[in-house]
């Protein structure tokens, strides 16, 4: 079966834009000292508010051994603190320093702005249509069995994502 022209022109869009952002988020994520899983964990607590370990270990999908290094080097770069939960003497919540949530908010707002950015002028039924795109794709993905959480799981095997 040949593939349509205008689908390998929309897929290659598509890997262009993901190399871009990617590598957009990569190299502000670096100047800020972070990792993308350390992101990540911070995106996490930042919607989720204080939280023990093993709900970001699972919200992550790594191992709790891997989050304690992720909450470890968090912890040492002054962006969270491990407090003593209120009601389960065993447990700990981390939590955000102030820096750590100043950090999450400012990631927050660019992130607001980098979608300013990417769609202002575009009139509202494109950008409708974009999205409504891009969830057909996803929807397509999602039947071959690829998914955000499959595509996690591929890249760490061993759940050992990095630190």
Avoid: C, Y
């Amino acid at each position: 079966m040949t593939t349509p022209p205008h689908h390998a022109v929309a897929f290659d869009r598509i890997l262009e834009l993901v190399i871009v952002v990617s590598d957009d988020m990569t190299r502000t994520l670096s100047a800020q000292g972070l990792t993308d899983a350390r992101a990540h964990l911070l995106w996490e607590l930042h919607h989720r508010g204080p939280s023990t370990q093993r709900v970001l270990a699972d919200a992550l999908r790594v191992s709790p051994r891997n989050i304690t290094g992720l909450v470890d080097a968090l912890v040492a770069t002054g962006l969270v603190t491990r407090e003593p939960h209120p009601t389960d003497r065993r447990a700990t919540l981390v939590t955000f320093t102030e820096r750590g949530a100043a950090m999450t908010a400012a990631m927050e707002r660019d992130q607001q702005e980098f979608a300013r950015i990417l769609f202002a002028g575009m009139p509202d039924d494109r950008v409708t249509a974009l999205v409504d795109g891009l969830d057909d794709v996803l929807a397509r993905l999602k039947e071959h069995g690829l998914t955000v959480d499959a595509a996690r799981a591929a890249a760490n095997p061993g759940n050992e994502a990095g630190r």
